[in-house]
Each structure stands twice: as structure tokens, then as C-alpha cells.
């Protein structure tokens, strides 16, 4: 399989995972549901996209280089090896910094979905981690790679044909009417008869 293949590839599968890591749920915590009562707990769940949602994004920039890759050729080809680079980073490193502590991100996130006053370092009580942040750091780590080959190696892939692009230069053979047979000697030669 040569290259061209493999980052297709790569950006395809990257990108789905990334995309379902982050809708996948990350944490759960335990919060009471009333300020100051801690008897009335609530199990709160987490999704990658909830603490993330930069990141959570990056999938779907993964899917739209896709896109970019085919219809680009030379220097387009380098920038959307860029952007897709960069969306492996910032995939990559919310996953990491999940992983590492997982705890400040809960608490960030936490303001927007508790009461007052729960977030705060004593307010979440027990929370609990899931393995599914690390389907979001492979997705991430695969749009890096993905991207670092669309850089090296993306200028010199097969890009879409031109041969039915219209061009100025491009001009029939016939001054007057065009026969069936002409006008299929000339697409064949990639023109337009009909110009």
C-alpha cells in the first residue's frame, strides 16, 4: 500500500475516533443536588466532548481535510497537512492533560452542569475515570501522523485529473456543425465539442 493510500486511510480512522472518544463519557462524579445537602446526591456523567469541546471538534476537521487532501494538490496539500497536524495536537494534548489529572477538568467543567458552590473542590465528591479518554488520545495521535506524512510526503500524491478542466486554449477542430463521430473523437482527446 503506498503512502498516498495509508494517509487516507489514517485520516479516515483517526478522525472516526476521535469523534467517538469524545462522545464517549470520560468521568463520572457524584454532587448533591441542593447547595450545603450533601445526603441528596446525583451521579453526573462526563463526556470528552462536555470537558473538551475544542478538541471534540478536531474529528470533523479530520473528515473535512479529507475532502481538502483530494481536491488540493502542491502547497494546498501542505497546508491542510498543517491543519490537520494542528488538530492532532490540540486532540492529543486535552487527552493528555485528562489523563494526567483529570480532576481539574471535572471541577472546570463541573461550574457549568452543578449547583453553586458544588464544583468547588469538596462539592463533587467521588468521581470515577473511564479508559475511554484513551480512544481520543489514539484518534489524536493518529491525526498527527496523519498530518506529519500529508506534510512530507503530500506534495508529491495524485491529485484529481485535470483532463476535463475547460481551458482557453481549448478550442474545436470544427467550424461548423459537429458530427457524432467528431464530437466523440474530441471527448476522448478531453475536449469540449461543444465550444
Known amino acids: 500500500m503506498n503512502s498516498f493510500r495509508w494517509g487516507l486511510l489514517g485520516l479516515v480512522v483517526s478522525s472516526l475516533l476521535v469523534i467517538a472518544g469524545f462522545s464517549l463519557p470520560w468521568a463520572s462524579a457524584t454532587a448533591p443536588l441542593v447547595q450545603g445537602i450533601n445526603d441528596a446526591q446525583a451521579e453526573v456523567v462526563f463526556t470528552g466532548r462536555e470537558l473538551f469541546a475544542l478538541a471534540a471538534v478536531m474529528g470533523w476537521v479530520g473528515l473535512a481535510a479529507l475532502a481538502g487532501l483530494l481536491a488540493t ?85 495524485p491529485g484529481l485529473n485535470r483532463r476535463y478542466e475547460r481551458t482557453a486554449t481549448a478550442q474545436s477542430g470544427a467550424a461548423g456543425p459537429i458530427s457524432s463521430l467528431t464530437a466523440w473523437d474530441a471527448l476522448d482527446r478531453g475536449e469540449d465539442p461543444t465550444i
Request: positive net charge.
Open 73 to 157: 494538490r502542491g502547497w494546498g496539500r501542505v497546508a491542510v497537512g498543517a491543519v490537520v497536524l494542528v488538530a492532532g495536537l490540540i486532540t492529543s494534548i486535552s487527552a493528555i492533560r485528562f489523563g494526567a489529572d483529570p480532576q481539574t477538568s471535572l471541577a472546570a467543567a463541573a461550574t457549568d452542569r452543578l449547583v453553586s458552590g458544588a464544583s468547588d473542590s469538596g462539592g463533587l465528591g467521588q468521581w470515577a475515570r473511564t479508559p475511554w479518554w484513551a480512544v481520543g488520545l489514539v484518534g489524536g495521535l493518529g491525526l498527527l501522523a496523519s498530518g506529519g506524512l500529508i506534510l512530507v510526503r503530500g506534495r508529491t500524491w
